[in-house]
Every structure is written in structure tokens, then in C-alpha cells.
Nanobody, 126 residues
Framework: QVLLVESGGGLVQDGGSLRLSCAASGRTNSPYDMAWFRQAPGKEREFVTV????????FYADSVKGRFTISRDNAKNTMYLQMNSLKSTDTAVYYC???????????????????WGQGTKVTVSS
């Protein structure tokens, strides 16, 4: 299993930017796809974006397309989420996940991922 630790969350004003990181450790020698999900208060966890194990393919939820960018540095076992033009609706706890993305071209279910971080909170004030 891959152990994941997120960082970079915080409080930002509407229209601002944040960069989240997800550091992986443990069984990182096998290829694994990675994703970001988020969960707002009182809501279910929702998909944000996913990136293929080699960084060659990524897919975004419509709600973040054009504003968020996912990337990864396999040499550092770290994934990133650059979030620009943040809105109050982006307020949530953001979770990184590792697993096997099988729903190519569609939002993956949480069941595609068997490793999860503890989450990092992002608050966007209007």
C-alpha cells in the first residue's frame, strides 16, 4: 500500500491561488495512478482530477477545468494540484488518492483508489 500525506491547504481569498502537494511513501516502486478528490461540509466526496502513473494523461471535473492543474514528479514521489481562480465553492477538504484509474475519460469512482491521505483543508473566502 502507498502512504499519502497532503499539504498546502489554507485560507485564500476569492480569485486567489493555492498549490497542494501529496507526498507518497511505502510501496512506490509499482506504477500507480493518482487523483484528487474533495469533500465539502455536508456533501459527499467528489472527484476533482486524476493523472496517469507516468503523467501522460489527466482528466478533470468540469467544475475545475481550466482553473486547476494536476502534475506529478515521480522522482520525488509527489503529486501536485495548482489551483487558480479559486471560488467559494472550492472550499472543501482535499484528499489525494492512489490506485488504478480504469474509467478512462470519465470521472472515476472512489473505489478505483485503495490508498488515501488524511486530507488538507482549503477555505476560500468571498
Amino acid at each position: 500500500q502507498v502512504l499519502l500525506v497532503e499539504s498546502g491547504g489554507g485560507l485564500v481569498q476569492d480569485g486567489g491561488s493555492l498549490r497542494l502537494s501529496c507526498a507518497a511513501s511505502g510501496r512506490t516502486n509499482s506504477p500507480y495512478d493518482m487523483a484528487w478528490f474533495r469533500q465539502a461540509p455536508g456533501k459527499e466526496r467528489e472527484f476533482v482530477t486524476v493523472i496517469q502513473w507516468n503523467g501522460g494523461y489527466s482528466f478533470y471535473a468540469d467544475s475545475v477545468k481550466g482553473r486547476f492543474t494536476i502534475s506529478r514528479d515521480n522522482a520525488k514521489n509527489t503529486m501536485y494540484l495548482q489551483m487558480n481562480s479559486l471560488k467559494s465553492t472550492d472550499t472543501a477538504v482535499y484528499y489525494c488518492a492512489a490506485g488504478e484509474y480504469m474509467a478512462w475519460g470519465r470521472p472515476p469512482p472512489t473505489s478505483d483508489f485503495d490508498s488515501w491521505g488524511q486530507g488538507t483543508k482549503v477555505t476560500v473566502s468571498s
